[in-house]
Structures are given as structure tokens and as C-alpha cells.
């Protein structure tokens, strides 16, 4: 069964550019997650989508990120204008949630590694 | 207070040896626990589930202390490819919603 797919695996951009990541979760998941890792702060969610719908976006830094879920297949998410401060590793993640069940793990794409220079 | 904590290590141990990972988390609603783990350069993987009464998956044993806050994780005859980073992750919804909160992780070099 194919995982979550994220793509570029790798992003390498000037400053003030415009970086789209895109990530196919994994068929029949219902919600989504974005998270950013770094060294200094670890893995942090940035935001996050059940059923398509965004749920929680208080992760997200500023009004330079921005992320979009138009169907259950696929989400992207937006740095513009991007700056090196943004250079981390993204994540994708997705999960079948059912109410009233607890313990739902999520599984995670292999990453996008984005460089700002 | 961090949401959840973890001691960074590095944790250096001999093949064979046993090592115990341990995580605190500071929201006292949290109903769903995990261990993941992360090899250098990779996404993080699900390792097990934490149940209350505690649980065992092959040479990895989970243990979870409600009144203390405290997740452990115990690796027995730890193996050079255990050598990982060991992700404490608790849910703050009570796990429906899916929302996770990492753990900034424990490192794991198991040496010949």
C-alpha cells in the first residue's frame, strides 16, 4: 500500500521566492497534518484538516504560510515570500480518525528538506 | 512547562544492553500516548501505543503512569539498529481529533 507522498523531497530557493509543498495522504485517511522540524524546536504541527476542513491553524508562523486542502487526496502548503528562517524539514502526515476512539496514530510522508538561501 | 518533555540524551549503550527512555507531559486530560521513532534523515515511524495497563511489543515495553504524568519506554537487549531517536508523543483531545503533541525526542546509539 502505497504511504503518504510528499513532493519535492528536496527545495532549494532564493529568498523572497514562492515554495509550494505537496502532500498525498495516505487513501481512505481523513484528517491531515503539516509539521515542521527543526533542531532548536523539534517536530511542530502547524496546522491540520479533517475532512478536508482546516481545523487548527494557530501553528502556522505567519501570514506567509498558508495551506490549502481541496479534496481528500491532496493538500499543498504555501511560503510566500519565503525566507531562510523557513529552512526546515516539512512533514505531511495523515490519519483515520473515528470519534470516540482514541489512540490514532499518524503516518508520515518522507519529508520535504527546504533550504532558503 | 513544555507541553511534553523529554531527556535529549545522547543515551550510549553497549549491544544487549537495556535502556529506559522516560517523558512527563503536562496536560493532566491527555488520553492517548505513543512512542515513535525517527532515524536520522527519515520521518518519524509509530513504535507502539501506550496503554494504561501498560503494554509489551517484543523486547520494547511500554509503561504509563497517570497520576505522575510519566510515559516510559524500556528497550531490552537493544540491537545497533535500535540506534534512533525515540519520539514521546501524547494526544490532547483525547485522540479524536488526531492532534499529537511531539516530544523534541531521546537519542539512541547502541554501539558494538
Known amino acids: 500500500d502505497a504511504g503518504v507522498i510528499q513532493s519535492p523531497r528536496h527545495e532549494v530557493t532564493e529568498m523572497g521566492q514562492e515554495v509550494t509543498l505537496r502532500c498525498k495522504p495516505i487513501s481512505g485517511h481523513n484528517s491531515l497534518f503539516w509539521y515542521r522540524q527543526t533542531m532548536m524546536r523539534g517536530l511542530e504541527l502547524l496546522i491540520y484538516f479533517n475532512n478536508n476542513v482546516p481545523i487548527d491553524d494557530s501553528g502556522m508562523p505567519e501570514d506567509r504560510f498558508s495551506a490549502k486542502m481541496p479534496n481528500a487526496s491532496f493538500s499543498t502548503l504555501k511560503i510566500q515570500p519565503s525566507e531562510p528562517r523557513d529552512s526546515a524539514v516539512y512533514f505531511c502526515?495523515?490519519?483515520?480518525?473515528?470519534?470516540?476512539?482514541?489512540?490514532?496514530?499518524?503516518?508520515f510522508g518522507d519529508g520535504t528538506r527546504l533550504s532558503i538561501l | 512547562r513544555k507541553e511534553v518533555e523529554q531527556d535529549p540524551g545522547p543515551f550510549n549503550v553497549p549491544e544487549g544492553a537495556t535502556v529506559a527512555f522516560n517523558c512527563t507531559y503536562s496536560n493532566s486530560a491527555s488520553q492517548s500516548f505513543f512512542w515513535y521513532r525517527q532515524d536520522c534523515r527519515k520521518e518519524p515511524k509509530l513504535l507502539m501505543s501506550v496503554y494504561s495497563s501498560g503494554n509489551e511489543d517484543g523486547r520494547f515495553t511500554a509503561q504509563l503512569n497517570r497520576a505522575s504524568q510519566y510515559i516510559s519506554l524500556l528497550i531490552r537487549d537493544s540491537k545497533l539498529s535500535d540506534s534512533a531517536t525515540y519520539l514521546c508523543?501524547?494526544?490532547?483531545?483525547?485522540?479524536?481529533?488526531?492532534?499529537?503533541?511531539f516530544g523534541k525526542g531521546t537519542k539512541l546509539s547502541v554501539k558494538p
Open positions: 508523543v501524547v494526544a490532547t483531545d483525547g485522540g479524536s481529533q488526531g492532534n499529537l503533541i
Open positions: 502526515a495523515s490519519s483515520l480518525i473515528v470519534t470516540g476512539i482514541s489512540n490514532q496514530p499518524q503516518h
